[in-house]
């Protein structure tokens, strides 16, 4: 089956469906556009909302990351079967959208003061905000967030990977179980050799 995924050549929202793709071994083709070009109007035009990423397999497709990581998390293993544990991960997942949100709002914004506020705001209040609520789910739960792996913890690692190369920072240092648990992912089958191959990410 025919699988693609398009977005631009950056990690953002993208780079978590990537790892859980390479980790559950599916061959797929990681269609990327030049982001200083974007936005292209005809693939704008032609995305159901124009927004990446879009995923597409067997002819059909599937916008929004989350809808996208989540179907895929089914294929590799990376959900539980209790449909309450499902909604828990997917609540942790909203929550670590609501984080990368106001990050989003910094790469759109095109006032140097107001990027700077933004900014601001990130590294001194939202980092640790989230992160120590995140830290401190991990640790109750043997080091993920579902008690073992599973695609929120794919979804924390992409958007904390993006965070480090929108601010030039390493914010995971900062949280010990956030830091040990990207490094685990990191180096899972599958997603140790796509990480050792892909080019260097440059914003």
């Excluded at 497709?61 to 209790?82: C, F, H, K, M, W």
């Excluded at 106001?102 to 107001?114: F, L, M, T």
């Excluded at 789910?137 to 080091?143: D, M, S």
């Excluded at 904390?160 to 900062?174: G, P, R, Y």
Aim: proline share 3%; net charge neutral.
């Amino acid at each position: 089956m025919a699988r693609k995924l398009y977005y631009v050549d950056l990690n953002g929202l993208a780079e978590s469906i990537r790892y859980i793709l390479h980790y559950s071994g599916q061959t797929f083709e990681d269609i990327q556009y030049d982001h200083t070009k974007w936005p292209i109007q005809e693939i704008k035009d032609w995305l159901p909302y124009g927004q990446f990423p879009l995923y597409e397999e067997g002819g059909k497709t599937l916008n929004q990351s989350a809808a996208i990581g989540r179907y895929l998390s089914v294929q590799a293993n990376l959900l539980p079967e209790d449909a309450w544990e499902q909604a828990e991960l997917d609540a942790t997942v909203l929550s670590i959208h609501d984080f990368w949100s106001r990050v989003a709002v910094y790469i759109k914004e095109k006032d140097p003061d107001k990027r700077a506020a933004i900014k601001k705001e990130v590294l001194e209040e939202r980092i640790d905000y989230y992160f120590s609520r995140f830290e401190k789910e991990l640790k109750k739960n043997n080091g993920h967030f579902g008690k073992k792996l599973s695609w929120a913890d794919f979804v924390l690692v992409g958007f904390v990977e993006a965070t480090n190369l929108c601010f030039d920072i390493e914010l995971q240092k900062q949280f010990p179980t956030v830091n040990a648990l990207i490094n685990k992912v990191q180096s899972l089958p599958g997603v140790k050799e796509y990480i050792a191959k892909r080019k260097v990410y440059r914003v």
